[in-house]
């Protein structure tokens, strides 16, 4: 399926309520190849830790695992097991390709339809991550989604696979990324509480030249109106940076 020839494209796959982990450890220079190993890692990991903190699969379905100095709960839902692996996949090859601008975890009510949260992960190539970051920056742009058994919305952004051999140890990557998983655990302290069932989507953004396969299809961007944005932590890989942050709907003063 071809992407539409404007802007970048936000790629979608929906789904209601899966899993895929690759991290290869790389030597003080990071690969491109160790560099999307992290960064896929990074999102499955960041993905599972939204969903058991903001209550969108039981807490019961997830497993504990030791990552990045942490215990990060991953889930067992066989399902969102076989979903995640195949968006990780994707990403994987996106990553590799330069075609991934950025990822979008979108929080939906399934009573009222309505998006109240946006975690979004915007993903440039580090040699020339402030010019990525403003060209990924644009989502007015038609998106694509896969509509699939399960659905869940994916969309992608970076510009580029130039590697930058800085020399970067994946401890320190790993300390980076630790602290934004933390951010992840602690947004239950700001985060208006979710007073109604809600599913997820997964939005990806990619460049007009992405591969997109034929599952995939255009997605709408679920912008949030009246709504507020905290930014989290980034982290390097010398290759790749993640910028994380994310927006949510505002409650209602009636619902303080």
Same mark, same amino acid.
């Given at each position: 399926?071809?992407?539409? !020839?404007?802007? $970048?494209?936000?790629?979608?796959?929906?789904?209601?309520?899966?899993?895929? +982990?690759?991290?290869?450890?790389? #030597?003080?220079?990071?690969?491109?190849?160790? +560099?999307?190993?992290?960064?896929?890692?990074?999102?499955?990991?960041?993905?599972?830790?939204?969903?058991?903190?903001?209550?969108?699969?039981? $807490?019961?379905?997830?497993?504990?695992?030791?990552?990045?100095?942490?215990?990060?709960?991953?889930?067992?839902? #066989?399902? &969102? &097991?076989?979903?995640?692996?195949?968006?990780?996949?994707?990403?994987?090859?996106?990553?590799?390709?330069?075609?991934?601008?950025?990822?979008?975890?979108?929080?939906?009510?399934?009573?009222?339809?309505?998006?109240?949260?946006?975690?979004?992960?915007?993903? +440039?190539?580090?040699?020339? /991550?402030?010019?990525?970051?403003?060209?990924?920056?644009?989502?007015?742009?038609?998106?694509?989604?896969?509509? +699939?058994?399960?659905?869940?919305?994916?969309?992608?952004?970076?510009?580029?696979?130039?590697?930058?051999?800085?020399?970067?140890?994946?401890?320190?990557?790993?300390?980076?990324?630790? /602290?934004?998983?933390?951010?992840?655990? !602690?947004?239950?302290?700001?985060?208006?509480?979710?007073?109604?069932?809600?599913?997820?989507?997964? &939005?990806?953004?990619?460049?007009?030249? !992405?591969?997109?396969?034929?599952?995939?299809?255009?997605?709408?961007?679920?912008?949030?109106?009246?709504?507020?944005?905290?930014? &989290?932590?980034?982290?390097?890989?010398?290759?790749?940076?993640?910028?994380?942050?994310?927006?949510?709907?505002?409650?209602?003063?009636?619902?303080?």
């Amino acid at each position: 399926m071809m992407l539409m !020839a404007t802007m $970048p494209t936000i790629v979608s796959h929906h789904h209601h309520s899966t899993s895929m +982990s690759a991290a290869t450890k790389t #030597e003080n220079v990071i690969t491109l190849k160790g +560099s999307v190993a992290v960064v896929s890692e990074f999102f499955y990991c960041a993905i599972n830790s939204i969903l058991y903190q903001r209550g969108i699969y039981q $807490p019961e379905t997830f497993k504990r695992e030791s990552k990045y100095g942490l215990t990060i709960l991953t889930t067992t839902d #066989e399902g &969102l &097991l076989k979903y995640l692996h195949q968006i990780m996949s994707q990403m994987e090859t996106w990553l590799v390709e330069g075609d991934v601008q950025r990822l979008v975890v979108v929080v939906t009510g399934v009573d009222s339809g309505e998006t109240l949260e946006r975690w979004q992960f915007n993903v +440039s190539v580090d040699d020339k /991550a402030g010019a990525d970051d403003k060209k990924g920056g644009d989502e007015n742009n038609g998106p694509v989604s896969n509509e +699939s058994s399960s659905g869940s919305s994916a969309s992608a952004s970076a510009s580029g696979t130039t590697q930058k051999k800085m020399g970067k140890s994946v401890k320190e990557i790993h300390n980076e990324i630790q /602290a934004i998983i933390r951010q992840i655990t !602690a947004s239950v302290t700001f985060l208006p509480l979710l007073n109604e069932p809600c599913s997820f989507d997964l &939005l990806v953004y990619t460049n007009q030249t !992405a591969v997109v396969p034929q599952k995939w299809e255009d997605s709408d961007p679920r912008y949030i109106m009246n709504s507020q944005e905290v930014k &989290l932590r980034s982290f390097t890989t010398s290759v790749h940076k993640v910028e994380s942050m994310v927006t949510y709907k505002e409650a209602d003063e009636w619902e303080l």
